[in-house]
């Protein structure tokens, strides 16, 4: 059986002068219009260079396909998501419950915010998600909470460690986008975004020695 081929999803080429990046910019926020409205399925470079007011040709300069311009709107809104994150499980001034419980909080809303062009994203992930770009972001989440747990939990074997990077990430991934769909109040989705936190931290609580430390944490951050 043939190797099913990996899409390529690199940019051919990055803007060096105003205008070139102007263009790119038009061309992505016409994506976006194109992606909410359309669906991933039906999303196409036509339809896009036609929203964008530029030819096709002019598109090409910069996506070889269609595939490279979903991936580049994932990247951006992963590479948003990943700084929020990165800036609060890695803030040695919150202790590690805090950390995680307000992680939850701001990847829920995140989740929660434009959820149609989220959605839209998801849906058109299987078109891209093959291509090795795609696995670094992935693997570049992983590690981001492996790093927390690992401080999280300092006494804890690399397998365990690496049990628990994977349970969180697991966990806050699919509720997050299942909450998306739901169209709940941000006052819900705080709830549940708490809820979920007081979950992760009792988890810690048994896994680790923050014992009483992790349970007065928690308090206090309500």
């Given at each position: 059986m043939a190797r099913r081929r990996k899409p390529v999803i690199s940019a051919r080429k990055n803007p060096q002068q105003t205008r070139s990046a102007q263009l790119v910019a038009a061309i992505l926020e016409a994506a976006i219009r194109v992606l909410v409205r359309d669906g991933a399925?039906?999303?196409?470079?036509?339809?896009?260079?036609?929203?964008?007011?530029?030819?096709?040709?002019?598109?090409?300069?910069?996506?070889?396909?269609?595939?490279?311009i979903l991936f580049r709107l994932q990247a951006q809104e992963w590479r948003q998501t990943m700084d929020q994150l990165d800036r609060i499980l890695?803030?040695?001034?919150?202790?590690?419950?805090?950390?995680?419980?307000?992680?939850?909080?701001?990847?829920?809303?995140?989740?929660?915010?434009?959820?149609?062009?989220?959605?839209?994203?998801?849906?058109?992930?299987?078109?891209y998600r093959e291509a090795p770009e795609a696995g670094a972001h992935a693997e570049e989440g992983r590690d981001l909470m492996e790093r927390f747990i690992k401080d999280a939990l300092?006494?804890?074997?690399?397998?365990?460690?690496?049990?628990?990077?994977?349970?969180?990430?697991?966990?806050?991934?699919s509720t997050g986008k299942a909450i998306s769909?739901?169209?709940?109040?941000?006052?819900?989705?705080?709830?549940?975004?708490?809820?979920?936190?007081?979950?992760?931290?009792?988890?810690l609580e048994t896994r680790g020695d923050h014992g009483r430390t992790a349970t007065q944490a928690v308090r206090k951050a309500k």
């Open positions: 399925y039906h999303f196409t470079t036509a339809r896009v260079a036609e929203a964008a007011g530029v030819s096709v040709g002019s598109l090409y300069q910069y996506f070889p396909n269609k595939e490279a890695s803030d040695q001034s919150m202790p590690a419950p805090q950390r995680i419980r307000a992680a939850v909080r701001t990847f829920f809303r995140s989740e929660c915010d434009e959820a149609a062009f989220r959605s839209a994203l998801e849906e058109a992930a299987p078109l300092p006494r804890a074997s690399a397998r365990e460690r690496a049990f628990a990077a994977d349970l969180v990430g697991i966990v806050m991934s769909i739901q169209n709940r109040s941000r006052s819900e989705v705080d709830a549940l975004a708490d809820a979920v936190g007081d979950m992760f931290c009792a988890y």
